[in-house]
């Protein structure tokens, strides 16, 4: 569904769909409770947080190819993946930390709320950015070649 989405949409709004069903899979997430309200938030939870996924799956190599080009792919998505792995591997701690302290994930659930809106607005910059910056590239290419 990425892929097509991509194909036909663009790496921007895939990522910014992606990036909103997570939003709004957390928020669900936090008002889960027992009973039928927070039944039915547990059912968005549960597939908001699947057509987030791609976030960390293929969105990682699409945003790569789409932002630093070919050329540059293999270095740039070793890099990309490497930090995503360390968001990992310091999320679950952060987060158990705040559960052990507050007794609850609420706050660092809406933490990350916070830091996936934001990352969400530089995204759409930096993609912004990296296409006006690939087209004058390609302009430039284009110019050298007919010469």
């Not at 709004?13 to 938030?41: E, H, P």
């Not at 968005?44 to 790569?64: D, M």
């Not at 293999?74 to 302290?101: C, E, I, T």
């Amino acid at each position: 569904l990425v892929g097509f989405m991509y194909d036909k949409k663009g790496l921007r709004t895939c990522l910014l769909i992606c990036q909103v069903t997570a939003v709004l899979a957390l928020i669900s997430l936090v008002l889960v409770r027992a009973d039928s309200f927070g039944a039915a938030m547990w059912i968005v939870y549960a597939i908001g947080s699947t057509l987030a996924l791609p976030l960390e799956t293929i969105g990682v190599s699409l945003v790569v190819g789409d932002v630093f080009g070919n050329k540059e792919y293999a270095k740039f998505l070793g890099m990309m993946s490497a930090l995503n792995s360390v968001g990992f591997a310091v999320g679950a701690p952060v987060m158990n930390v705040v559960y052990d302290l507050l007794g609850s994930y609420n706050l660092a659930i809406w933490i990350a709320v916070g830091v996936i809106a934001a990352v969400s607005l530089v995204f759409q910059f930096v993609v912004t950015v990296a296409h006006k910056d690939r087209d004058i590239i390609l302009a430039q290419e284009t110019t050298d070649c007919s010469i």
